[in-house]
């Protein structure tokens, strides 16, 4: 079965960085379309960003201008770097992928089939 691994997440103080991974072991992210997500504590799921085959991508507003999603197609893996981190980031942070040849990522998260187990972001002093 596909599966998507996501990882980086961790503990930040206000202002501080991570950079999030997601890793695929058992196909290659060439042709897939890949999501960032997030769910905080009761509230909904909400897209983060995301990005195509071709490098191009899309940031939600609460993250544009401090948060980059870039692919490494040599190390089959997405990242999402995270800087300026705010208290309203907490969440837990899921990737997503679907095979997808569009030139624009789609960004709803019924979009996509395999999802990573979800990584914790926590933004804290």
């Known amino acids: 079965q596909l599966q998507v691994v996501d990882s980086g997440g961790g503990l930040v103080q206000p202002g501080g960085s991570l950079r999030l991974s997601c890793a695929a072991s058992?196909?290659?992210?060439?042709?897939?379309?890949i999501g960032w997500f997030r769910q905080a504590p009761g509230k909904e799921r909400e897209g983060v960003s995301c990005?195509?085959?071709?490098?191009?991508?899309y940031y939600a507003d609460s993250v544009k201008g401090r948060f980059t999603i870039s692919r490494d197609n040599a190390k089959n893996t997405v990242y999402l770097q995270m800087n300026s981190l705010k208290p309203e980031d907490t969440a837990v942070y899921y990737c997503?992928?679907?095979?997808?040849?569009?030139?624009?990522?789609?960004?709803?998260?019924?979009?996509?089939?395999?999802w990573g187990q979800g990584t914790q972001v926590t933004v804290s002093s």
């Open positions: 997503a992928a679907q095979p997808w040849l569009g030139g624009n990522c789609p960004r709803a998260a019924r979009s996509y089939d395999y």
């Open positions: 058992e196909f290659t992210l060439d042709y897939y379309a």
């Open positions: 990005i195509s085959r071709i490098g191009s991508s």
